[in-house]
């Protein structure tokens, strides 16, 4: 990503992190979410530091794939959950999923999920209950704080430290990267979350899409409340979405604009490709035969 295509309104030391030519080393506080998503923004990181930034990350103890890499330079934090809680919440919200089948927003908000949803999102209250990890926070004077969003702590976090916020994501449940990025989402060609219908609508998909994004303006708030309740707590002030969302200063995509439906965007959202799981290896190279020939077939070229 070259310097030149950063927005202009960026801070100078978020585009310094992440442009290629930087002229110094950063240092950013990384904000993780466990599972899948951290390994892929573990291949981030791991580059960062590989090109001379200070990397912290803040993880809790019990994880998943947390702490699992090297040279990361990462700062625990207690739970008030075990590991055995953890993947019983998991197992209820994954059987929910087949069993239930449960869809769209209200399932999601409202069903057997929210168990697993509501442990996620006390994490949060732990980092900030640890006391000695906020002051090192506090001193150690980071650049930005590099985050997913789906857990909403490390928006809290770059709210808290009042740093710049460069995000990592696939997406954002509900709708508030539309709303934080103050970007047009046009209802008659942008589908909502859990519409099977693509950007060419008819009148009644039009509809019905219209129907989904009330919902949602319906019950997400449902759904990050205890999200939301927390982060009350730690900023002692009142906290909707918007006031966490609208402070982003850039959204890394991993998605590629030609895999998704038409849509607007604005200056600091940016495609990064699929970078969704961890990296995998070359396809070895296998041995065919053809017309009695033997031959080697390279696929991992």
């Not at 950007?199 to 205890?226: A, Q, S, W």
Request: proline content about 6%; some cysteine; aromatic content about 12%.
């Amino acid at each position: 990503m070259a310097p030149a295509l950063l927005p202009a309104c960026l801070p100078l030391s978020v585009c310094l992190l992440l442009a290629s030519g930087f002229a110094q080393a950063g240092k950013l506080l990384v904000v993780p979410m466990d599972g899948s998503p951290w390994l892929s923004m573990r291949l981030i990181v791991e580059k960062l530091i590989h090109r001379g930034h200070e990397v912290v990350a803040v993880m809790p103890e019990v994880s998943w794939q947390l702490g699992k890499a090297s040279n990361i330079t990462v700062k625990t934090h207690s739970t008030s959950y075990t590991l055995e809680d953890l993947d019983h919440e998991f197992k209820v919200f994954a059987d929910s999923q087949w069993k239930s089948l449960e869809e769209g927003t209200h399932g999601v908000a409202m069903g057997s999920s929210k168990g697993f949803f509501d442990i996620t999102f006390s994490r949060c209250r732990s980092l900030f209950n640890d006391k000695k990890l906020v002051e090192f926070l506090k001193e150690s004077s980071f650049d930005a704080v590099f985050l997913d969003p789906f857990d909403v702590c490390g928006l809290v976090v770059a709210k808290y430290f009042s740093l710049p916020s460069v995000v990592f994501t696939r997406g954002v449940f509900c709708h508030y990267l539309e709303e934080g990025a103050q970007c047009p989402s046009p209802l008659s060609y942008v589908p909502r979350h859990f519409m099977k219908v693509s950007d060419v609508m008819t009148f009644k998909e039009r509809v019905e899409n219209y129907i989904n994004h009330l919902g949602e303006h319906l019950f997400c708030p449902y759904f990050l409340k205890t999200a939301l309740e927390i982060a009350s707590e730690v900023l002692q002030t009142a906290v909707t979405p918007y006031d966490l969302f609208s402070q982003v200063s850039i959204w890394l995509l991993r998605t590629d604009f030609v895999l998704d439906y038409p849509r607007p965007v604005m200056p600091n959202m940016i495609f990064i490709g699929g970078i969704n799981c961890q990296q995998g290896k070359p396809l070895p190279k296998v041995r065919c035969v053809s017309f009695g020939t033997q031959r080697i077939t390279g696929f991992g070229r």
